[in-house]
T-cell receptor, first 113, second 114 residues
Framework: DSGVTQTPKHLITATGQRVTLRCSPR?????VYWYQQSLDQGLQFLIQ???????AKGNILERFSAQQFPDLHSELNLSSLELGDSALYFC????????????FGPGTRLTVL | SQQGEEDPQALSIQEGENATMNCSYK?????LQWYRQNSGRGLVHLIL?????REKHSGRLRVTLDTSKKSSSLLITASRAADTASYFC??????????????FGAGTRLAVHP
């Protein structure tokens, strides 16, 4: 158990819908990262937050957005969902902005029908 | 951004044998990390080797780093069925902006058969 929690575990929804994925980092970790893992794209970095501020962006679509709240939990919002958005979404956390080791949550499996 | 490329893509061995996976990257690094992912689960950090280190051990894991060849290898000795997983390397460079994203390759899928 990494100490990072993600909810929900599974999510099944329809195209065009909007969903919110939630992540609670390890106690004391200030940095949160979101990754998407799909069969065709592999594991892709989406975005990083540190202490409430966005710090790095990766291959994140405009239909996706994220935020980190004062209690350091983070949410990833996915809107206008498409079939291709079906994937595992992982959250990871680390102590500092430039920590070496990231601790991954168990992931949320999103299925878009 | 720095991405590691793992080789081979897939590896199938018998329990008790050693498994070696390789990683190549393109630009300078501060460190290189290896992660393991069991099917459908989150990644687990295995080991980190800094750019000024050549070899590092952790239990049955041995990692080497050759910065002149921009390559690293992960050796798992006396493999067990529980080692069956995908293994990813993450070459890491501290950018001046301070951000910390890890870029993962496609990984090596290791299958250890009893």
């Amino acid at each position: 158990d990494s100490g990072v929690t993600q909810t929900p575990k599974h999510l099944i929804t329809a195209t065009g819908q909007r969903v919110t994925l939630r992540c609670s980092p390890r106690s004391g970790d200030l940095s949160v990262y979101w990754y998407q893992q799909s069969l065709d794209q592999g594991l892709q970095f989406l975005i990083q937050y540190y202490n409430g501020e966005e710090r790095a962006k990766g291959n994140i679509l405009e239909r996706f957005s994220a935020q980190q709240f004062p209690d350091l939990h983070s949410e990833l919002n996915l809107s206008s969902l498409e079939l291709g958005d079906s994937a595992l979404y992982f959250c990871a956390s680390s102590v500092e902005l430039r920590s070496n080791e990231q601790f991954f949550g168990p992931g949320t499996r999103l299925t878009v029908l | 951004s720095q991405q590691g490329e793992e080789d081979p893509q897939a590896l199938s061995i018998q329990e008790g044998e050693n498994a070696t996976m390789n990683c190549s990257y393109k630009t300078s690094i501060n460190n290189l990390q290896w992660y393991r992912q069991n099917s459908g689960r989150g990644l687990v950090h295995l080991i980190l080797i800094r750019s000024n280190e050549r070899e590092k051990h952790s239990g049955r894991l041995r990692v080497t780093l050759d910065t002149s060849k921009k390559s690293s290898s992960l050796l798992i000795t006396a493999s067990r069925a529980a080692d069956t997983a995908s293994y990813f390397c993450a070459p890491h460079h501290f950018y001046s902006g301070g951000y910390n994203k890890l870029i993962f390759g496609a990984g090596t899928r290791l299958a250890v058969h009893p």
